[in-house]
């Protein structure tokens, strides 16, 4: 086991190499540089400034010289100075991680709690009306877009029924402390939240209602019943264990991705997490920004398969890892 | 809804056959659903009072997307007590479908048992009830205690994330909740040592995948035989299995029948099998039983060209054949079966008669029944 979450772990960091180099080149063939943004249209700005602030930047090198002193720098964990905010990468995901995990975090939990139990009613009634009707709830969350859906609820429960606040994470006109703070945080919360968990419960019940008609197919299931024990035994203990193999991994899964943010949601909800800075910066053509959150969302990503592989080994007793 | 209707242009009327299914299925469930039936519903007065189990006129049937397929159209027969009962036929006659309409089994919503009764003695109180008509709540109690299943598939048949000693323990914590964890672990294992599990203390700890076929098997014989069973009903339980496990495992069974005093109901293709084990032995075709008989009427005087067919295709030890006798076709499609003899396409000894309907059954002696339209005087 160990051995393998080593291997594993050695693997991941040669991809991220390869994810790395990728990304400087896409960055970096980008049109309009931030140098470019930051002059265009200014017209006391003679070439030689322009050169010089390039050479400030370390815009002036060609591609291959420009990842080489990005790298050889990153592997050190200095990952710079963003250019649009003036501060250290490091220092700006650390915190914005956070404000994207309180937001990620409820979002998480009421997706599996709505989700899974729905695609168990759902698959114990297949082709019921009750069927349909979760089926048909499910698919338009998982093809509405985000932004679209964002918008909706901002126009319905913000500006119409003025329930909750269009956007921000905090009353700015308040200086709340506490638990009312905590208050006025939740309740600028809801719209995205709802917003998110709509989007989201459909992967998993979609999943959890598949798996379950599956497993509730087989042999085992027959035997649980030729036993004599009661549907509902069948159902929430034969049937459920079974069920929640694969929907623990994708949950082992997604653990990671709680941290790296909802690029569209943070942004229409102008709630300053990670998600949103990524946005700002990949706009602005911060490089040193968009390599390094980029590359922790690869990370988070590659992190994800891992957990999601250890977990399989953890709740499916034949899966031993090699 | 007539047979036409379902055609529109020569073609299958797809919708209106889904139409219908929908009308029929929920017919029968809201019937099954039923949580407060009174028993004089379901009880009833058995012909013989030696048999176990009657199947009187079982129809199971499947309303499938392309139409009703009737995978158990019209079965009779006996189980008498503490005999063996061989149900042989090829794939897909419709043995294994009323084993599972006997435990009440059958794949819902599609499969659905439309008609006839399945009359079973009840060793306590000694009332006679109709399975087919028993609520759910009812047949419950009485699967895995008195009618108790083996399957043909011990790969695949216990639940691969829960240990042995639970998935034994359950079966019989369910029927039995009197009894405490110790009680019920003490009977897991003495069962497990019945069956031939050496190590029967360690075998409860482990996954069915840490277990060989024949392991599995016997851990399902186990849990058949957990609370004595009037019944055992065996679904090809060696058809997975390599022959000499086979023979390990009917030895067992044998075995373990006349201990509990249980009748078994053995499902089977395999001939050899059949020989070895049954007193009875019932043969199906296409849904329906052509012949039925003891194991000397069926073995000596097979009476209905698909059990001479059947009998002429087991290969025989010392005789030497270029290659070995099949009965030609196949059999015929489920869904439109006509209303002549099933068979008669594939017979080697039609007679004028076989255009007819469907034959009659031909009563060769007290115990010896035969569906066929052939001259059987002359034999």
């Known amino acids: ?322 | 809804m007539s047979e036409q209707a379902k055609t529109k242009n020569g073609k299958l009327d797809l919708r209106a056959i889904a139409k219908a299914n929908r009308a029929e299925i929920k017919k029968y469930e809201t019937a099954k659903k039923k949580h407060h039936a009174s028993p004089s519903e379901y009880q009833t007065k058995m012909r013989d009072s030696n048999n176990l189990i009657e199947f009187d006129n079982l129809q199971t049937y499947f309303f499938t997307d392309i139409g009703t397929v009737k995978a158990v159209n019209g079965v009779s027969f006996d189980i008498p007590r503490g005999s063996t009962i061989a149900v042989v036929g090829e794939s897909g006659c419709g043995k294994s479908v009323t084993s599972l309409s006997l435990m009440r089994l059958v794949q819902g919503p599609q499969g659905q048992i439309v008609g006839g009764s399945i009359r079973y003695q009840q060793s306590s109180g000694g009332q006679a009830i109709d399975l087919t008509k028993l609520p759910d709540e009812e047949i419950r109690k009485i699967r895995g205690k008195e009618i108790a299943m083996i399957f043909q598939e011990p790969m695949t048949s216990l639940n691969p994330v829960f240990r042995i000693g639970k998935q034994l323990g359950e079966a019989i914590h369910i029927h039995l909740p009197e009894l405490s964890k110790e009680e019920v672990h003490k009977r897991t294992v003495a069962l497990l040592e019945m069956v031939g599990i050496a190590r029967a203390e360690g075998i409860t700890k482990s996954y069915p995948h840490e277990l060989s076929g024949g392991m599995r098997q016997r851990v399902m014989i186990a849990m058949a035989l957990a609370l004595d069973p009037q019944l055992i009903v065996a679904d090809e339980p060696t058809t997975a299995l390599d022959v000499t496990i086979q023979a390990q495992i009917l030895d067992l069974l044998r075995e373990l029948k006349d201990k509990i005093n249980a009748s078994i109901m053995l499902i089977t293709h395999d001939l050899g099998v059949v020989a070895e084990m049954a007193d009875y032995v019932v043969v199906m075709y296409a849904g329906r039983v052509i012949e039925q008989g003891t194991a000397e009427d069926i073995y000596d005087r097979p009476a209905h060209p698909y059990t001479i067919g059947l009998l002429g295709s087991i290969p025989v030890i010392g005789r030497k054949v270029e290659e070995l006798y099949s009965i030609p076709g196949n059999v015929p499609n489920p869904i439109h079966m006509p209303d002549t003899c099933y068979f008669k396409e594939r017979c080697e000894r039609c007679v004028a008669a076989c255009d007819g309907n469907y034959p009659d059954v031909v009563e060769l002696s007290d115990t010896h029944k035969v569906w066929c339209y052939r001259d059987f005087s002359k034999r």
């Open chain 1, 1 to 322: 086991m160990w051995q393998y979450i080593v291997r594993r772990i050695f693997i991941s960091v040669m991809i991220l190499f390869g994810i790395s180099i990728l990304l400087y080149i896409l960055i970096r063939s980008m049109p309009g540089d931030y140098i470019t943004m930051m002059t265009t249209g200014k017209n006391n700005v003679t070439p030689a400034m322009v050169e010089h602030l390039r050479h400030l930047y370390g815009l002036d090198t060609n591609i291959p010289q420009g990842y080489f002193n990005w790298i050889s720098r990153a592997i050190q964990g200095d990952f710079g100075v963003s250019f649009f905010y003036q501060r250290p990468v490091a220092d700006i995901i650390g915190e914005k991680v956070l404000v994207s995990f309180t937001l990620a975090l409820p979002v998480f939990i009421l997706t599996i709690l709505i989700g899974v139990p729905l695609g168990i009613i759902s698959a114990t009634r297949p082709y019921s009306k009750l069927d349909y009707a979760i089926t048909t709830i499910a698919f338009v969350g998982i093809s509405v877009p985000s932004f679209f859906l964002a918008v909706v609820l901002k126009r319905v429960f913000a500006y119409g029924l003025k329930w909750f606040p269009p956007f921000g994470m905090v009353t700015a006109t308040e200086d709340y402390t506490g638990f009312a703070l905590f208050m006025d945080k939740s309740w600028h919360l809801v719209l995205p939240i709802v917003c998110l968990t709509f989007i989201g419960i459909g992967s998993y019940m979609r999943y959890a209602r598949s798996n379950m008609l599956e497993v509730l197919d087989t042999d085992y299931i027959r035997t649980a019943r030729a036993k004599g024990l009661p549907e509902g035994t069948v159902i929430y203990s034969h049937a459920f264990r079974n069920t929640l193999i694969p929907i623990v991994t994708i949950i082992g899964g997604s653990i990671p991705g709680l941290f790296a943010g909802a690029m569209i949601t943070e942004n229409l909800f102008q709630i300053p997490g990670i998600g949103w800075y990524g946005y700002q910066s990949l706009t602005n053509g911060d490089i040193p920004f968009v390599m390094a959150f980029n590359l922790f969302v690869a990370a988070l990503t590659l992190l994800g398969n891992l957990l999601a592989d250890i977990s399989y080994a953890l709740v499916d007793p034949r899966i031993r890892l090699k």
